[in-house]
């Protein structure tokens, strides 16, 4: 691990985490978006855990971080962090800076420094928004580092986040989001490229079977 990442990880204090939870996204979310978390008792309280997630808003890491009953981590894309609020409250909910497409592997290290750590560490599968929710080009990163660090896997998804931001209207609209929680599934046995494969296509199934569910 890099000294730039042990550094990074220390920055994260627990009791911020929790007051930025509770206090800043915890009444967004059950109050304006009247959030609702389904199978929140199919989370593992303990060990090594790995959320793969879709990903349809830029709200979405700060709304997985209050539906999860467990300190939560993720991967945001560089240009997040240059705004200064929104930046500084991702932060504090356990985020750190990716740049995509570039083989991020400081990115990959923080990824499994966390997991070592028992931080739940989410990563969304695609790798980018999707306009429906839907995943629909799975990315194999998710699977490597389920892999490496052997980590069981939780397949989320949000449902409704996708219709939080509308073209032309300035504010997040009050719409209501659900979050469905599946059933934990296993890493990859190796690294190799088929055995990801195989991971990545088995968990993004999950997560749409999730979202075809949705009610």
């Given at each position: ?183 934990v599934m296993p ?10 494969e195989l991971a ?16």
């Amino acid at each position: 691990m890099t000294k730039e990442s042990k550094l990074s990880i220390k920055k994260t204090n627990p009791a911020v985490y929790y007051l930025a939870r509770f206090l800043v996204v915890s009444p967004f979310f059950h109050l304006y978006f009247r959030g609702r978390v389904e199978n929140v008792e199919g989370v593992p309280r303990e060990g090594k855990l790995m959320i793969v997630s879709n990903h349809a808003s830029v709200f979405d890491p700060p709304i997985l971080a209050c539906a999860i009953p467990r300190r939560v981590s993720f991967m945001a894309k560089q240009e997040l962090f240059n705004s200064p609020l929104f930046g500084k409250l991702i932060s504090f909910l356990g985020a750190y800076p990716v740049n995509r497409g570039e083989g991020d592997r400081n990115a990959i290290r923080q990824a499994l420094a966390r997991i070592e750590q028992e931080w739940t560490t989410c990563v969304f599968i695609e790798g980018t928004r999707t306009d429906d929710g839907k995943v629909n080009n799975p990315k194999l990163g998710a699977a490597l580092i389920a892999a490496k660090s052997q980590a069981s896997v939780l397949p989320v998804c949000l449902c409704g986040t996708e219709n939080i931001l509308v073209k032309g209207k300035k504010l997040p609209q009050p719409v209501s989001v659900n979050i469905k929680i599946g059933e934990v599934m296993p890493p990859p046995p190796s690294t190799k490229k088929k055995d990801l494969e195989l991971a990545t296509q088995s968990y993004a199934e999950a997560i749409n079977k999730l979202h075809s569910s949705q009610g």
